[in-house]
């Protein structure tokens, strides 16, 4: 299984930059998660992480990067290494070259173009230098934020997946949004 390339510098853009996602994040990740009580059901989760829980999900992440299973990326404004969110690649298909993206943004911090700015990086980072031919966002079809971010970084709606994921005892409907290399703008 390929491994994710190392990165020495952050990827850069205009609005936000993209880190690998560091110990000393969690204190911004445990703010976020207070602000928005919502945040751990939009990610998937039960309930929202602990301190403790978060140490030990960094702590496997260069091993996950070395493995080629995932690379979780933080959010931070140019030239200032503050976490404002994150963008999580995972659900890597090494075989069909393709991932999943996740990304969400600290309440105080929305509406700036921070998660448009980080889907277009990443995507570009994964397709031009990991190889991936396809990265996906399955996300629900009432996150019109999630979606409208996707949208402006260059990610095609194809549709709905019904009844795809299951969570919390429930089935839920997502919407499929896809970036392909050609669908990448040139770079500036």
């Not at 998660?33 to 978060?54: C, F, M, N, T």
């Not at 934020?145 to 970084?153: D, E, F, R, V």
């Amino acid at each position: 299984m390929p491994a994710f390339p190392d990165m020495t510098e952050p990827l850069q853009g205009e609005r936000a930059w993209l880190r690998y996602a560091a110990e000393r994040d969690i204190p911004e990740i445990l703010i976020a998660h207070q602000d928005d009580s919502e945040l751990h059901v939009r990610l998937g989760l039960e309930r929202p992480p602990s301190g403790a829980e978060l140490g030990r999900r960094t702590e496997g992440e260069a091993a996950e990067r070395d493995l080629g299973i995932g690379v979780r990326f933080t959010i931070v404004q140019p030239g200032v290494d503050v976490c404002l969110g994150q963008l999580d690649v995972h659900r890597v298909d090494w075989e069909n070259r393709r991932a999943e993206l996740g990304v969400w943004v600290a309440p105080a911090h929305r509406g700036r173009g921070l998660a448009t700015c980080g889907l277009r990086l990443a995507g570009r980072w994964l397709m031009s230098t990991s190889g991936l031919a396809r990265v996906e966002i399955l996300t629900a079809p009432d996150n019109v934020a999630m979606i409208a971010a996707a949208k402006a970084a260059g990610f095609v709606e194809e549709g709905l997946l019904r009844a795809y994921l299951r969570e919390r005892g429930r089935r839920l409907d997502v919407i499929v949004l896809s970036l392909l290399p050609s669908d990448l703008e040139p770079a500036s």
